[in-house]
């Protein structure tokens, strides 16, 4: 099997709703490092973005394991945190 990895830098969202989507799906094994089958995710820590005048947090995700999986991974992901503007 072919492993990968990804990182998405994720804006919007606070750090802790990335962390209880993933610890619903696998084991913490360190702070911010969660492990399920065949996959693992390092979510970074959170930190302030200035965009023009508005500043939002935003933090590095990481996911790595065996390419099928990771790609199925991420697009659970983006559905989950998935935002529109309005």
């Known amino acids: ?12 969202v606070p750090r802790q ?7 619903a799906l ?3 094994v360190e702070p911010g490092r969660i492990v ?3 996959w693992e995710v ?4 959170e930190r302030e973005a200035k965009i023009l ?4 947090e935003e933090a590095e995700v990481i996911f790595r394991g065996e390419e099928d999986v990771v790609n199925e991974l991420i697009n659970d992901f983006r ?8």
């Open 1 to 12: 099997m072919v492993k990968k990895e990804i990182r998405l830098l994720r804006r919007g």
């Open 17 to 23: 709703e990335y962390l209880d989507y993933f610890l």
């Open 26 to 28: 696998g084991k913490e």
């Open 36 to 38: 399920g089958p065949d």
């Open 42 to 45: 390092v979510v970074g820590e």
């Open 53 to 56: 005048t508005c500043t939002i």
């Open 79 to 86: 559905l989950k945190f998935l935002r529109a503007g309005g």
